[in-house]
């Protein structure tokens, strides 16, 4: 299983001869390497409906006849933009042919903002767990430090966590070090960081604050392999 990082929180599987794209903001995304044209996932994930994490959802759907996994108000919308999509909701697990996606909880907001100023309410904001090849990667997705981390950590051992340390927004570099304590996953991946003045951090430092020395920095179209 190939693991990359691609600028601010999207991330890419490949498993299985299968591209699976996680929050792929890429237009407007200044700290991404990606570009929409030469993108081509089989299946895309998100993980809440901030402009920023939809991104470029609906074009890389239709162009590659991509699957959508989301939360169940934010696919519905998706649905109606013409995308193929599979709704999900916190808690619920499902085994598809590519691998099985869980969604969490995660602690911020959800909504879609269109070039008309409408705020579209898109349901919870979740984090995600994929496991495929006896392997389990988790997206935290934009959240604040919660602490039954712990019992995600515990129900799921954890491979790789990509964890958000903007603060501002999410969680800051002290909380996200603890939610790895809290996690124990064997190896810690800072996302979320960097791409707006808001959220300037020094993922070095967090990296240090890891108990378990057990990060891994991720410069965007930098992958590691697990």
Avoid at 95 to 106: D, N, P, R, W, Y
Wanted: net charge negative; charged share 20%; hydrophobic share 40%.
């Amino acid at each position: 299983m190939k693991l990359s990082y691609h600028g601010h929180s999207v991330v890419q599987i490949q498993t299985n001869g299968k591209k699976i794209l996680i929050d792929p903001f890429i237009n407007g995304n200044q700290l991404t390497d990606l570009k929409v044209a030469e993108t081509r996932p089989d299946v895309i994930i998100l993980s809440h409906g901030h402009n920023d994490h939809v991104g470029d959802t609906v074009e890389l759907a239709k162009k590659n006849n991509a699957l959508v996994v989301a939360n169940h108000e934010l696919s519905t919308y998706l649905s109606w933009q013409g995308v193929n999509t599979h709704g999900m909701h916190i808690g619920g697990a499902h085994q598809f042919e590519f691998g099985k996606v869980k969604l969490t909880q995660a602690f911020h907001g959800s909504s879609y903002t269109t070039e008309n100023n409408e705020i579209i309410y898109c349901g919870m904001p979740a984090g995600i767990l994929f496991m495929n090849e006896g392997k389990t990667i988790y997206h935290a997705g934009d959240t604040a430090l919660f602490s039954d981390m712990k019992l995600i950590g515990e129900r799921h051992p954890i491979n790789v966590a990509f964890l958000p340390i903007g603060d501002n927004f999410t969680m800051g570099p002290e909380d996200a070090a603890y939610a790895a304590k809290l996690l124990k996953a064997k190896t810690v991946v800072p996302i979320h960081f960097n791409t707006f003045p808001p959220i300037k951090q020094d993922p070095f430092k967090f990296i240090e604050l890891l108990e378990d020395k057990n990060g891994k920095l991720l410069q965007p179209g930098e992958a590691i392999e697990i």
